[in-house]
């Protein structure tokens, strides 16, 4: 296990890239294998979760070639329907592999899916669009099996915008006979890309980033070279960090009206902010006022993995901030580790209250998912003294070089082996 030892006080200078988006690269590699043609993905993060999707796709029988931050996929001899349990279990967005699985080969098996400890997060939603479009679908001991000779398209109503429901719907209904429409779909930046790479690929898809997305069945999709967009949360994650303690910040590689939600909050905080094609620009003296009320929502909405982040920096703000988690029930557990930094925070059900001290100091403290964790760093990076930040596999699933690229701002922060 490894943990980040920080000593807090830095201010935060300089220009930071960002890695391609990992909700974007995750499905991308799903979407592999609804070709026999070569598919090459660019500007591949190299994190935890993209490596375990990885692992899947060879186990498929996918052979996979690796040239620094790009991958070339071939599916021409895949051969399995079943997802290992092992793997299902470390990624929860291998259940996206049950709609381009389905559309490969007829059918799919899958144990239900794990990733963050963030919540219940069902499929339910995801289940019931595979059945519209005539999938029969067994759950037992745990498993997951799917079957279908034809898919065939249908009109999709999601009684929530899910994002990973509507890219598996997607995924399903690229190849299905007719017209499938999926209604109160998501509109994540992330399926404007799937869009995107799909119909590279000689999809017929229309619609993604609007509520009603409209998919035309194709016989065939060839193979394709693809960059992905950047990551937003990433970007964010360190525009918070540098609001939080202070200093100058260029992102490069996210553009403003991917993470509008938060640069607004940022703005009202008392950041000056300026924006040009995919580069975002922050200033900060560090010295936060508070805002009233942040709500996570589906995008365009403030989106719930800058919760935690946005929970660090509310901490040294001027005044009390309450945050409403609409997401996902149990993402507050970083609360408890910021308080052993002299937070002032109260939860209560998806509430928090959180009323900004002047000063935190050095703890040790343990990050239990991916996007508590940063905050806990961002925490530490502003707090008076040295913290720990014990057990880093979550932050692992999510940043690329996170403690080579907050070096390069000016932070000092280690990572050692426990
Ligand atoms: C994706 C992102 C994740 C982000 C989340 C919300 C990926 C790989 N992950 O996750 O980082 O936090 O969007 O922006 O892209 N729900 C159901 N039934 C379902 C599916 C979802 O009730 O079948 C509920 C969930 O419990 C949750 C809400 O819908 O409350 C949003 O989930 P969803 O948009 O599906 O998130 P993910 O696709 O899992």
Redesign the pocket.
């Given at each position: 296990m490894d943990k980040y030892i920080i000593d807090g006080g830095a201010k935060l200078y300089g220009i930071v890239e960002m890695q391609s988006a990992?909700?974007t690269v995750?499905p991308l590699l799903a979407a592999s294998v609804l070709t026999d043609e070569q598919v090459k993905i660019r500007g591949i993060p190299t994190i935890v979760d993209v490596e375990n999707m990885f692992r899947i796709l060879s186990e498929l029988g996918c052979q996979i070639k690796r040239r620094k931050d790009c991958a070339i996929i071939d599916s021409s001899n895949a051969v399995s329907h079943e997802i290992p349990p092992r793997l299902t279990r470390e990624l929860?967005?291998s259940v996206f592999m049950l709609g381009s699985v389905l559309t490969r080969f007829g059918r799919a098996r899958l144990s239900y899916p794990g990733g963050c400890d963030i919540?219940?997060?069902?499929?339910?939603?995801?289940l019931s669009g595979l059945r519209r479009l005539g999938v029969e679908i067994i759950e037992e001991g745990g498993y997951i099996e799917c079957k279908v000779n034809h898919l065939i398209g249908a009109d999709i109503m999601l009684d929530?915008p899910?994002?990973?429901?509507t890219e598996n719907i997607i995924l399903a209904a690229v190849k299905a006979q007719g017209l499938t429409v999926i209604r109160n779909a998501?509109k994540?930046p992330?399926i404007i890309d799937l869009q995107n790479f799909l119909n590279a690929m000689g999809a017929k898809v229309r619609g993604a980033g609007g509520g009603t997305i409209v998919i035309e069945g194709v016989k065939r999709l060839r193979g394709v070279d693809y960059l992905p967009i950047g990551d937003r949360i990433e970007a964010g994650t360190y525009l918070i960090a540098a609001a939080t303690c202070g200093g100058e910040i260029e992102t490069k590689g996210v553009r403003a009206e991917n993470i509008a939600a938060l640069l607004h909050k940022l703005r009202e905080n008392g950041c000056k902010i300026h924006t040009k094609n995919d580069r975002i620009i922050l200033k900060s003296d560090g010295r936060l006022q508070s805002v009233p009320l942040v709500e996570t929502m589906?995008f365009p909405g403030f989106?719930?993995?800058l919760q935690a982040q946005y929970g660090a920096l509310c901490a040294t703000a001027k005044g009390t901030t309450l945050i409403v988690e609409n997401?996902?029930e149990t993402r507050y557990k970083y609360a408890a580790e910021l308080k052993r930094m002299g937070a002032d925070v109260t939860i209560r059900d998806r509430t928090a209250v959180i009323r900004g001290v002047e000063k935190l100091h050095g703890a040790k403290v343990v990050a239990g998912d991916l996007r508590g964790g940063a905050a806990l760093v961002i925490a530490a990076l502003r707090a008076e003294g040295q913290s720990e930040v014990i057990d880093l596999s979550h932050v692992d699933r999510g940043y690329a070089d996170f403690e080579y690229k907050l070096k390069k701002l000016g932070a000092k922060v280690r990572r050692v082996r426990i």
């Amino acid at each position: 296990m490894d943990k980040y030892i920080i000593d807090g006080g830095a201010k935060l200078y300089g220009i930071v890239e960002m890695q391609s988006a990992k909700n974007t690269v995750l499905p991308l590699l799903a979407a592999s294998v609804l070709t026999d043609e070569q598919v090459k993905i660019r500007g591949i993060p190299t994190i935890v979760d993209v490596e375990n999707m990885f692992r899947i796709l060879s186990e498929l029988g996918c052979q996979i070639k690796r040239r620094k931050d790009c991958a070339i996929i071939d599916s021409s001899n895949a051969v399995s329907h079943e997802i290992p349990p092992r793997l299902t279990r470390e990624l929860r967005s291998s259940v996206f592999m049950l709609g381009s699985v389905l559309t490969r080969f007829g059918r799919a098996r899958l144990s239900y899916p794990g990733g963050c400890d963030i919540g219940l997060r069902p499929i339910d939603l995801h289940l019931s669009g595979l059945r519209r479009l005539g999938v029969e679908i067994i759950e037992e001991g745990g498993y997951i099996e799917c079957k279908v000779n034809h898919l065939i398209g249908a009109d999709i109503m999601l009684d929530f915008p899910s994002v990973g429901a509507t890219e598996n719907i997607i995924l399903a209904a690229v190849k299905a006979q007719g017209l499938t429409v999926i209604r109160n779909a998501a509109k994540e930046p992330e399926i404007i890309d799937l869009q995107n790479f799909l119909n590279a690929m000689g999809a017929k898809v229309r619609g993604a980033g609007g509520g009603t997305i409209v998919i035309e069945g194709v016989k065939r999709l060839r193979g394709v070279d693809y960059l992905p967009i950047g990551d937003r949360i990433e970007a964010g994650t360190y525009l918070i960090a540098a609001a939080t303690c202070g200093g100058e910040i260029e992102t490069k590689g996210v553009r403003a009206e991917n993470i509008a939600a938060l640069l607004h909050k940022l703005r009202e905080n008392g950041c000056k902010i300026h924006t040009k094609n995919d580069r975002i620009i922050l200033k900060s003296d560090g010295r936060l006022q508070s805002v009233p009320l942040v709500e996570t929502m589906p995008f365009p909405g403030f989106p719930t993995d800058l919760q935690a982040q946005y929970g660090a920096l509310c901490a040294t703000a001027k005044g009390t901030t309450l945050i409403v988690e609409n997401l996902f029930e149990t993402r507050y557990k970083y609360a408890a580790e910021l308080k052993r930094m002299g937070a002032d925070v109260t939860i209560r059900d998806r509430t928090a209250v959180i009323r900004g001290v002047e000063k935190l100091h050095g703890a040790k403290v343990v990050a239990g998912d991916l996007r508590g964790g940063a905050a806990l760093v961002i925490a530490a990076l502003r707090a008076e003294g040295q913290s720990e930040v014990i057990d880093l596999s979550h932050v692992d699933r999510g940043y690329a070089d996170f403690e080579y690229k907050l070096k390069k701002l000016g932070a000092k922060v280690r990572r050692v082996r426990i």
